[in-house]
């Protein structure tokens, strides 16, 4: 199977993308770099972050900062912009933590919406107005098919990704006049490292293989294609928009 479409639109074209040091976070920089677009990325990763740069040559900015620090990361939005115009934020930053309902504490559900949902709603929040004045943008959230599965013992991710849903719904309204798209990704079970460390047995993924309809692993370069697509002007009038790339679970 080929893959690798080339998006003109997207050479020179600025790029922020949260949580990409690792996992579909640094799919997103490769592919976004490989387009010869100018992406930065940040993460609390830092060692991890840095060794993403150094593997693509220094291409893509590093800055590692903490997305729930939403000062740092709203500054760090507008610093991106003024070393090149941003057209596209990806907000990929998120926590799958599982946590028992009757478990789950007052802190670790309120932090479990910052990193997850909060995160997303501030970084737009500073990229829209610098994308309308530079003619417009596309915004990225990922959610998740867990928002309308909503699996056992994960209470605060899955309403965290709903709550994105809806918060997609709502900025594509409020951003459209300005030619500001706002768009979501809603993926499947992908095979990331962090994954197959934690969640993703063999057993596990044995029954995940009866459930979708392509019986092959989900991995973070195919739903970095899609990502690709939703900043490109091949795209321009889509949006509001949830995109599900699972296999054909759902």
């Excluded at 609390?44 to 620090?69: H, I, M, S």
Aim: proline fraction near 4%; glycine fraction near 10%.
């Amino acid at each position: 199977m080929q893959h690798g479409a080339t998006y003109p639109s997207l050479a020179g074209r600025g790029i922020f993308v949260t949580g990409g040091a690792t996992g579909i976070g640094a799919a997103l920089v490769r592919a976004f770099t490989a387009q010869h677009a100018l992406v930065t990325f940040v993460d609390f990763q830092q060692a991890e972050g840095e060794d993403l740069v150094a593997e693509l040559d220094g291409k893509p900015t590093f800055r590692c900062l903490d997305v729930t620090n939403t000062e740092s990361l709203q500054q760090a939005i507008t610093e991106a912009n003024e070393r090149v115009p941003l057209g596209v934020l990806i907000n990929n930053a998120a926590n799958d933590m599982r946590h028992a309902p009757g478990d789950m504490s007052v802190s670790q559900w309120r932090d479990s919406l910052a990193i997850n949902l909060d995160a997303a709603f501030f970084a737009a929040q500073a990229a829209a107005p610098v994308m309308a004045a530079n003619g417009g943008g596309s915004i990225i959230n990922f959610s998740s098919i867990n928002a309308t599965l909503g699996p056992s013992n994960m209470p605060g991710y899955a309403s965290a990704k709903a709550g994105l849903l809806g918060m997609t719904k709502a900025l594509a309204k409020d951003y459209g006049a300005d030619f500001v798209r706002v768009n979501a990704i809603s993926p499947g079970w992908v095979v990331t490292q962090r994954q197959l460390d934690t969640w993703l047995t063999p057993e596990e993924e044995a029954a995940w293989m009866t459930q979708v309809a392509l019986p092959q692993r989900l991995m973070p370069e195919d739903v970095a294609n899609l990502a690709l697509f939703l900043a490109s002007n091949d795209s321009h009038m889509i949006t509001g928009q949830n995109f599900t790339i699972d296999g054909g679970r759902t």
